[in-house]
T-cell receptor, first 113, second 109 residues
Framework: NAGVMQNPRHLVRRRGQEARLRCSPM?????VYWYRQLPEEGLKFMVY????????ESGMPKERFSAEFPKEGPSILRIQQVVRGDSAAYFC???????????FGPGTRLTVT | GEDVEQSLFLSVREGDSSVINCTYT??????LYWYKQEPGAGLQLLTY?????DMKQDQRLTVLLNKKDKHLSLRIADTQTGDSAIYFC?????????FGPGTRLSVLP
């Protein structure tokens, strides 16, 4: 039973490019959460999605960031026109309905040069 | 919004007990959690406690919850070098988790 999968594990982008981060939840999980961890800081909630729906995006920056969780396929966190301040580790977690436990993926470390 | 605070660093000697503390502001959480993060890795759930409990023990780990003071602690008995990591406390704020900044535990030989 595979855990939460994220790819790529490391991503390097130049300023102004787009970054796409993918997350495949655990089998049977329909809830996905994205968090950002800046260097030497804790995790900050970004967005909570269920299949085809954004439930809570209160932690998402208003511009350049978007997330989706389609009916088929992984959840995608998309960052357009990246800037150096976007460099961070982005973690995805998943859970099943009514479950109070979230299972985390290994993270994608984004570096913007 | 919810705020979770932790001390940032803790050093202990191998074999001693470690106590990592956490305070939070939202008293409506159903569960409170401790996660461990090793260098370059994701978060691993260590243990959690239901909000109507005072204590939970799981092998070398003891979690204490003081709801009145909104204080959570994690005690690691017989700390080993493999316990060196960052420890995050978290609570569920609605469906979302709010994490503390993490406590970096260093275990000295």
């Amino acid at each position: 039973n595979a855990g939460v999968m994220q790819n790529p594990r490391h991503l390097v982008r130049r300023r102004g490019q787009e970054a796409r981060l993918r997350c495949s939840p655990m089998k049977g999980h329909s809830h996905v959460y994205w968090y950002r961890q800046l260097p030497e800081e804790g995790l900050k909630f970004m967005v909570y999605l269920q299949k085809e729906n954004i439930i809570d995006e209160s932690g998402m920056p208003k511009e350049r960031f978007s997330a989706e969780f389609p009916k088929e396929g992984p959840s995608i966190l998309r960052i357009q026109q990246v800037v150096r301040g976007d460099s961070a580790a982005y973690f995805c977690a998943s859970s099943s309905p009514g479950d109070y436990e979230q299972y985390f993926g290994p993270g994608t470390r984004l570096t913007v040069t | 919004g919810e705020d979770v605070e932790q001390s940032l660093f803790l050093s202990v000697r191998e074999g001693d007990s470690s106590v990592i503390n956490c305070t939070y502001t939202d008293s409506s959480s159903t569960y409170l959690y401790w996660y461990k993060q090793e260098p370059g890795a994701g978060l691993q759930l260590l243990t959690y406690i239901f909000s109507n409990m005072d204590m939970k023990q799981d092998q070398r780990l003891t979690v204490l919850l003081n709801k009145k003071d909104k204080h959570l602690s994690l005690r690691i008995a017989d700390t080993q070098t493999g316990d060196s990591a960052i420890y995050f406390c978290a609570n569920n704020y609605g469906q979302n988790f709010v994490f503390g900044p993490g406590t970096r535990l260093s275990v000295l030989p």
